[in-house]
């Protein structure tokens, strides 16, 4: 009973009435209506198709795009080379003061960085101590020889006077022993003669002997003054001498002051040419070592254009031929003339291999810019350079098989054609 009672409830049912399977139930009404008629209309097109061609189109035009511009547009990639010098460092310290910054312009000797030698003033100061004490004893050991210099001189100036007054006596002595000599032979011959006496011979004979006797002593004087002016002039020189020992350690001292203001001077790193500072090393309060790299440094006018060419296409360029080269991002090509050839084949940078075949070995050939240089303000080193498509060098290139061919048979091949 209560089985058939939920039933009832669970689905309940209205006369003349349909049950859907929802449960709900529709009026007797809606069983006797028909549903509207549709017009049938033909079937549409997604339009996202169109967005999809078009996509694809695009897509396949900018890979043949990617790919004529990668290997049909340009015929020779290159890159902007110049000659950078490494400064290093010429002692070992720290690094005290940083007078340039990267990108500026300097010239030649111009000071980039000062390193730290407190060692070296240390000993500079104590060398100028002693350079002072040396320079004292000098002045006064000079002071004390000046002195006595001039007593020397005193004393051979009065020996020197005395000397010339004692030669003058030996003169006047010599010419007075000459005429006693001369009286002394006449009156022997007049003793010979019986006109003169013995006594006044002897007499004769005695002043004669009493003049040279006379002058042998004023000559030994004379010597003696000789002598003490001699010595007096050597005491002189000795005095000059006492100041040689000094003298000789004040130039050592100054040597070694100047040999210090040298060591000192390496640490004041300086520009070795012109050009721009393209990297800092090393920064104020950091340690160098000695030959460490301080500062790279871009030469001035050392920029270059540096095309990379397979052999067999060496021969469309020839000395001073003119070329234009794209530099991206610039529209305006450049206008260059080929400077040089390499000396050797080479592989190309790491980014231009993508360029060339693998393992490609390559030749280098350096332009420069026909008109004016290149700035590095504007242009960098490592900055990618193109080559664009020339039909008419490419259609001519080629060398003729008959310039390698003897001078005989390039003559004959020449008659047949």
Sequence with gaps: METNSQDSQRDPQSAGGLRFSSGAFQPPTARMKSPPVSVATP??????????????????????????????????????AGRTVEVPAPVTGLVRYVHVREGDQVRQGELLLTLDQHDLELRLGRLDDQLRLAQAKLEAEMSTTQWRVSQYLIEFHEAAGEYRDKWADVRERQVRWRRTQQYRERV????????????????????????????????????????????????????????????????????????????????????????????????????????????????????????????QRIDEFETDQTLHVSLPPFHDQIACRVARFGDENVPPPAHLQRHYAHQAKLLPVHLLPANGRLEHSHVQLGAVVQLPFDAGRWWNSGSPMTEFLPREARTEHTTRR
Excluded: C
Excluded at 53 to 68: D, I, K, N, Q
């Design 43 to 80: 079937p549409q097109a997604p339009k996202g198709r169109f967005f999809v061609v078009g996509m694809v189109l695009t897509m396949l035009g900018f890979g043949a795009f990617r790919v004529w511009d990668s290997f049909f547009h340009y015929t020779a990639f290159g890159v902007v």
């Design 188 to 311: 022997a011959g007049m003793v010979e003669k019986k006109s003169a006496t013995q006594d006044e011979l002897e007499a004769a004979l005695a002043d004669e002997y009493a003049q040279r006797d006379r002058l042998e002593t004023l000559v030994e004087g004379l010597v003696s003054w000789q002598k003490r002016s001699q010595v007096a002039e050597l005491q002189t020189q000795a005095g000059l001498d006492v100041l040689q020992p000094l003298l000789a350690e004040m130039r050592n001292l100054e040597s070694e002051q100047a040999r210090l203001r040298d060591e000192m001077a390496r640490g004041e790193v300086r520009s070795p040419v012109n050009g721009t500072v393209l990297k800092r090393h090393r920064f104020t309060g950091e340690g160098a070592e000695q030959l460490q790299t301080l500062f790279t440094i871009l030469e001035e006018d050392s920029l270059e254009i540096v095309l990379y060419v397979p052999q």
